[in-house]
C-alpha cells in the first residue's frame, strides 16, 4: 500500500497567518498521463470531509483561493494563506493512483 | 446540486452484517464513480472500495473477503455490504462521488456491539 504522511499532526495558527501542511507519499503519485494522484481534504468540525484541492495542485468548486497545492512526486504541501476562523478543522492528504487508495493519518488545525 | 444520503442501521452485532444505502439526488449513479470511505475513532479515514459508472467495482483488499458494493440504477441508490463484522468495525461511514471526491453525504455512525 502506498504510505501517505503528514506533518505536523496539529498546528496551532493566528488568524490571518500563513499555515502549511506536508504530505509524502511513499511512492511517486505522477501517473504516466502527467497527472499526479494527490487530493487534500478539510474536515470541519461536525461536517462531513470537502475536497480542497485535487491533482496536486487544483482548487475545488467553490473553495477559496487562499488554499493552494504544490508538490513534486512523492512530496506535497497544502498551504493556507490568511487563515479564518472556518479554515479550523482536520486536513487530509489522500492518493487516488493505486488501489487501496490512502490517506494521511490528518492534520489538526485550530486557531491561536 | 449534487446529494447523498447514508442509511442504515446505528448498531450492528459482531458477527453479523452490516448494510447500508447511499440515495444520490442530481446526478445519476450511472456517470461516475461512487465510493464508501469510514472514519474510525481518532480520526483515521479508510477507502472501503467503490462501484463505477458500469457497475465494476473495486474494493480495498484489506476487507476484499467481507466486502460487497451493489446498486439499484432505478432507485440511483448504491449499498455497502459488510460482512462478519466485529468492534473493529466501528466507524462513521461515508459514500461519496469518488475520483472527484466532490460530493459526500454526512455521513452514520455504526457501532459494532452486543
Request: aromatic content about 12%.
Amino acid at each position: 500500500d502506498i504510505v501517505m504522511t503528514q506533518a505536523p499532526l496539529s498546528v496551532s495558527v493566528t488568524p490571518g497567518e500563513s499555515a502549511s501542511i506536508s504530505c509524502r507519499s511513499s511512492k511517486s503519485l505522477l501517473h504516466s498521463n502527467g497527472i499526479t494522484y494527490v487530493y487534500w481534504y478539510l474536515q470541519k468540525p461536525g461536517k462531513s470531509p470537502q475536497l480542497l484541492i485535487y491533482r496536486m495542485s487544483n482548487l475545488a468548486s467553490g473553495v477559496p483561493d487562499r488554499f493552494s497545492g504544490s508538490g513534486s512526486e512523492t512530496d506535497f504541501t497544502l498551504k493556507i494563506s490568511r487563515v479564518e476562523a472556518e479554515d479550523v478543522g482536520i486536513y487530509y492528504c489522500g492518493q487516488l493512483l493505486e488501489n487501496p487508495h490512502t490517506f494521511g493519518a490528518g492534520t489538526k488545525l485550530e486557531l491561536k | 446540486e449534487v446529494q447523498l444520503q447514508e442509511s442504515g442501521p446505528g448498531l450492528v452485532k459482531p458477527s453479523q452484517s452490516l448494510s447500508l444505502t447511499c440515495s444520490v439526488t442530481g446526478y445519476s449513479i450511472t456517470s461516475n464513480y461512487w465510493g464508501w470511505i469510514r472514519k474510525f475513532p481518532g480520526n483515521k479515514m479508510e477507502w472501503m472500495g467503490y462501484i463505477s459508472y458500469s457497475g465494476s467495482t473495486s474494493y480495498n483488499p484489506s476487507l476484499k473477503s467481507r466486502i460487497s458494493i451493489t446498486r439499484d440504477t432505478s432507485k440511483n441508490q448504491f449499498f455497502l455490504q459488510l460482512n462478519s463484522v466485529t468492534t473493529e468495525d466501528t466507524a462513521t461511514y461515508y459514500c461519496a462521488r469518488w475520483r472527484t471526491g466532490d460530493y459526500w453525504g454526512q455521513g452514520v455512525m455504526v457501532t459494532v456491539s452486543s
